[in-house]
């Protein structure tokens, strides 16, 4: 069983940045992929960035591309995701999430999820 806790998420104001972090509880992270989605208020939940367990290849979507980064600790079983140039609509909860699995991961159906953090950008 593994446990993802989220930290690092508030109020900041447009232009500003953030650094979310995700600690790892209970099994050794390293066959996993590590993922962020965020969901906004009404909408569904949506894929942000993704990352292996090398480092080696990361997925943005094209609202984040540029301005968030995903990199992860695999000696301190972290992920995180630094988020530069915030704009209102990235006000999200944003959660962690990792799979075995890149494509499950991917779309939405990781096996392990954290509880969400609130991150809220004001213009």
């Known amino acids: 069983q593994v446990q993802l806790v989220e930290s690092g998420g508030g109020l900041v104001q447009a232009g500003g940045s953030l650094r979310l972090s995700c600690a790892a509880y209970?099994?050794?992270?390293?066959?996993?992929?590590m993922g962020w989605f965020r969901q906004a208020p009404g909408k569904e939940r949506m894929f942000v960035a993704a990352i292996t367990w090398n480092g080696g290849r990361t997925y943005d979507t094209d609202s984040v591309k540029g301005r968030f980064t995903i990199s992860r600790d695999n000696a301190k079983n972290t992920v995180s995701l630094q988020m530069n140039s915030l704009k209102p609509e990235d006000t999200a909860v944003y959660y962690c999430a990792a799979d075995e699995n890149f494509n499950l991961l991917r779309s939405g159906g990781a096996e392990y999820w954290g509880q969400g953090i609130q991150v809220t950008v004001s213009s």
């Open positions: 209970g099994r050794n992270l390293n066959i996993y992929y």
